[in-house]
């Protein structure tokens, strides 16, 4: 069974920076695309950013030139690297993996920043 485990999420304030990691575990292939979605309290869950096998990244425009999204495929693991932290970036950050039409999720992790 596949498994999506994230970490790094926590506390930090305005202008810093965090670097969450999400790590499959379970699979026996490697995931057409990865990526990170947010949910801020009483909002819809949206997209972050996403990378496919082949090293295509696709932002959303709140967070170009401040996130970058990378990925490990030998280790079915994805970063989001978040600099120049805002307070509107506090959410639960998701981790999204995809196989053919399978879609996978993690827990997710909590982010917080302060002003």
């Known amino acids: 069974q596949v498994q999506l485990v994230e970490s790094g999420g926590g506390l930090v304030q305005a202008g810093e920076s965090l670097r969450l990691s999400c790590a499959a575990s379970?699979?026996?292939?490697?995931?057409?695309?990865m990526g990170w979605y947010r949910q801020a309290p009483g909002k819809q869950r949206e997209l972050v950013a996403a990378i496919t096998g082949g090293g295509s990244t696709n932002y959303v425009d709140f967070v170009k030139g401040r996130f970058t999204i990378s990925r490990d495929s030998a280790k079915n693991t994805v970063y989001l690297q978040m600099n120049s932290l805002k307070p509107e970036d506090t959410a639960v950050y998701y981790c999204n993996a995809v196989f053919y039409i399978r879609s996978y999720w993690g827990q997710g992790t909590q982010v917080t920043v302060s002003s």
């Open positions: 379970g699979s026996t292939f490697s995931f057409d695309s």
